[in-house]
């Protein structure tokens, strides 16, 4: 658990560090997902890109969710994941 939570306070560092250098009109985000039953990371992702308004094809968010949250295939209900998005400067806070 104590690892979960280094490896998500870096790569929200890592985000912050990156924001900070990032001088286009987006920048990124990490938001946090509870899995629930009949989810996908596909569905996920789609969901949140739609809903931040990251217009990047929705299958490199999910390679990129996959690679930060050491999954593959299958996700599990209860399970949290961190999806990285890059939104527009007006949705992002």
């Known amino acids: ?4 939570i280094i490896k998500v306070v870096a790569i929200i560092c890592a985000a912050l560090v990156f924001v900070g250098c990032n001088s286009t009109n987006v920048h990124k ?3 946090p997902v509870t899995v ?7 569905g996920i992702c789609i ?3 739609d809903e931040y308004g990251d217009e990047r094809n929705y299958k490199e968010i999910v390679y990129y969710a996959q690679v930060q949250n050491h999954v593959q295939r299958f996700i599990y209900p209860g399970q949290t994941l961190f999806v990285e998005l890059e939104v527009p400067q007006s949705k992002s806070g």
């Open 36 to 42: 629930q039953q009949g989810d996908t990371l596909d």
């Open 1 to 4: 658990m104590l690892k979960l």
């Open 47 to 49: 969901k949140l890109a």
């Open 29 to 31: 985000i990490v938001v």
